[in-house]
């Protein structure tokens, strides 16, 4: 009788999973440390957890992760903290199981064992989500900790993360139906199957996906808390995400509303209108729950004070940790009437800024930069600058972030169709690019395809092969993670190859930064999982031919061979950086300009989104600062061989709509390299 390769243990029923999530830039990572060295000193023993690709953890808590946790001292606290590797973690969870993978695969598909390891070397969908799940499932069944505090990704992926238990329970059918062709052929030459290592693993993934996703509808093990900042995109976000994790039924405990304004303690008009800007969002948070809505149930709130720096290091964390005790009541009546402020800058302004590439030369601008810096909107105005200064261009605004907020700087119900922007230039226009619809397209094509092909192949015969239709099928499930994304952003290959597309330019709003490189890495990975692919049906040729799905890989590799040349070609692709003057934000910018300088793409310019204050004396204390992290982006353009420093003023509340963003642009200026 089989047994499993690894011994495998539940968690105990006393080990509790604390997620934080929401918006990039809102402050989960701090929150998430914050609690965790609260659990910790109350006595927990407590692991904090980054499952972002692009992580902040070890920037926040002041020391140097790995992907194996490390103990962090805190005087008596038992605390350790980890930065998941999603590649590293898959490649052990496959190490463990590649043989009996193998030997499914070798039983159930006409691929010899050069094939399979082909697969295998690729990873499985959602490589960052499931390694992540993986891995957090390691961690509760070792039985070293009581509380695993999770710091998730941004809001898009993040939720996609919390729906990957059926990803999984789909991985786990396509290696049944590999199976299932083996067990018929035991049966019938020995009148009885009996289950071996292959089923066993089948059923633990089986079981990890079930057991996964109890846990995360489970009141007393998990328990969610969703971070926001008090503006109107951050909460309509936030209420997005609350009502999906609602139809999910994974229940949000919490709410914390990060970066509270204090009341001044001198006059300060920044002070002043922020606060009032503040109070108006989180009324309209409040109200939105106050009223009820079906099978949503009222979360509590918490609210956290904006500090003069950012609370980075234990010292600063176990205040924040002390606020996060605090349950609050948010007022929810109607705000007076509410005017813009822009921010006071202690730097001597230079000549203003002109844009950060050339749309002359360039033909696809991509911005991108840490969540809640700013992106979307410096990519929307500088969109609506390059538009309405060259009306000879065509104009095209796009978004590619899962958890796109396009349509909330424009103030603009912004779909897959392009559109217009009201008051902005007629040769402008916007579009969120839905991967989605674009994997959905691509699938359905490759699966008629196969299933056009099989049936070709059985018309007037005899021959039983719905088996291998069945697992040809599946193994377009088993494509590579971000080939939604990808998918979508073959689109705009398309639109760049179209006639007159040298009058053309397009900006995109990317991904925060992990999942922005990972696209920016994806054209390789698809590549080879194309060729891979290709290889295995042509195995099936001499009984089935290819038809169209040999047409449709070929489309593909063909597109995604010229979006890689396009990635690297200075002369039609830059990627703009966006960062804000913060220790943290500048941190994950330097990582990202050392990645884009080994992938070979073209960073004409950073821009320094949000900067000054007011004039009181808390003001001029983040303006201090401020001044510090100024010059580190400064040094860290020079050791890039970036040319342009772009600095843009902080506005209370940020611009929306055409024209409050068209007059934000006009107000940066080229800052000291």
Same mark, same amino acid.
């Given at each position: ?130 390694? =992540? ?38 991985? =786990? ?20 199957? $009996? ?27 998990? /328990? ?59 009324? /309209? ?7 009820? =809505? ?109 958890? /796109? ?25 916007? $579009? ?242």
């Amino acid at each position: 009788m089989a047994t499993s390769t690894s011994r495998r243990r539940r968690p105990g029923p006393d080990t509790t999973y604390h997620l934080f999530g929401g918006k990039g830039g809102v402050g989960k990572t701090t929150c998430a440390a914050a609690h965790a060295l609260t659990l910790a000193a109350d006595g927990a023993r407590t692991l904090v957890v980054s499952t972002d690709p692009a992580p902040s953890l070890g920037d926040v808590l002041k020391a140097r992760l790995t992907s194996q946790p490390r103990r962090i001292r805190a005087g008596r606290a038992i605390l350790f903290a980890t930065e998941i590797d999603a590649a590293r973690a898959m490649r052990r969870w496959l190490r463990e199981r590649r043989a009996t993978l193998e030997a499914i695969a070798l039983r159930g598909t006409w691929l010899d064992e050069g094939d399979i390891a082909a697969l295998l070397s690729l990873t499985l969908p959602g490589i960052d989500e499931i390694a =992540a799940l993986l891995e957090l499932l390691r961690f509760g069944e070792s039985g070293r900790y009581d509380a695993i505090v999770i710091d998730a990704a941004p809001t898009g992926h993040a939720l996609r993360m919390l729906a990957l238990p059926d990803t999984m329970a789909g991985v =786990a059918q396509v290696f049944d139906h590999m199976q299932e062709k083996h067990r018929v052929m035991v049966e019938a030459l020995r009148g009885a199957w $009996r289950p071996d290592d292959a089923d066993i693993l089948i059923r633990e993934l089986q079981d990890d996906a079930r057991g996964l996703a109890e846990l995360l509808r489970s009141d007393g093990r998990i /328990h969610v808390s969703w971070v926001t900042l008090a503006e109107e995109l951050s909460v309509e976000e936030t209420l997005d995400a609350v009502g999906w994790l609602s139809r999910e039924r994974i229940p949000v405990g919490r709410i914390i509303v990060n970066g509270i304004t204090p009341v001044p303690s001198e006059p300060c008009r920044w002070c002043r209108v922020a606060s009032r800007h503040q109070s108006s969002a989180m009324s /309209h948070l409040a109200s939105r729950f106050r009223r009820g =809505a079906p099978g949503v149930r009222a979360p509590s709130f918490v609210q956290v004070l904006a500090r003069d720096t950012e609370p980075v290091g234990l010292r600063a964390l176990q205040s924040v940790g002390r606020e996060l005790r605090r349950n609050s009541t948010i007022d929810t009546k109607v705000a007076r009437p509410l005017v813009h402020v822009t921010a006071r800058t202690s730097e001597r302004r230079s000549a203003p800024a002109d844009l950060p590439f050339d749309p002359l030369a360039s033909r696809l601008v991509i911005f991108g930069g840490k969540g809640g810096v700013g992106k979307t909107t410096c990519a929307a105005a500088v969109a609506l600058g390059v538009a309405a200064s060259h009306r000879e261009l065509q104009v095209q605004l796009l978004s590619i972030d899962p958890a /796109h907020s396009l349509g909330d700087a424009f103030d603009l119900d912004v779909t897959d169709r392009a559109r217009s922007v009201p008051g902005g230039p007629r040769n402008l226009c916007v $579009r969120h690019l839905d991967s989605v619809r674009a994997l959905t397209s691509l699938r359905e094509r490759c699966s008629n395809a196969i299933a056009a092909m099989f049936d070709t192949a059985t018309a007037g015969s005899s021959i039983d092969i719905s088996h291998d239709r069945r697992v040809v099928q599946g193994l377009l499930d088993l494509a590579p993670p971000g080939l939604d994304e990808l998918a979508a952003v073959l689109d705009v290959v398309r639109l760049l190859d179209a006639p007159r597309a040298n009058r053309q330019v397009i900006v995109m709003d990317s991904a925060p930064t992990g999942h922005a490189v990972r696209l920016l890495e994806m054209p390789e990975l698809v590549q080879d999982w194309v060729k891979a692919l290709m290889a295995i049906v042509l195995k099936y040729q001499p009984v089935a031919g290819i038809g169209d799905l040999g047409s449709a890989l070929l489309e593909m590799s063909k597109g995604i061979r010229r979006l890689r040349g396009l990635l690297t070609d200075r002369q039609l692709t830059s990627f703009v950086v966006v960062t804000r003057p913060a220790a943290v934000p500048l941190a994950e910018t330097r990582r990202l300009l050392e990645t884009l300088s080994t992938l070979r793409v073209h960073v004409p310019a950073i821009v320094v989104n949000a900067v000054g204050r007011g004039d009181c004396r808390r003001c001029r204390r983040a303006a201090a600062d401020q001044e510090v992290q100024l010059r580190s982006a400064s040094r860290a353009a020079r050791s890039s061989d970036i040319e342009r420093l772009i600095v843009a003023p902080a506005l209370a509340p940020g611009p929306r709509g055409a024209a409050q963003l068209a007059q934000w642009r006009k107000t940066w200026w080229t800052g000291r390299i």
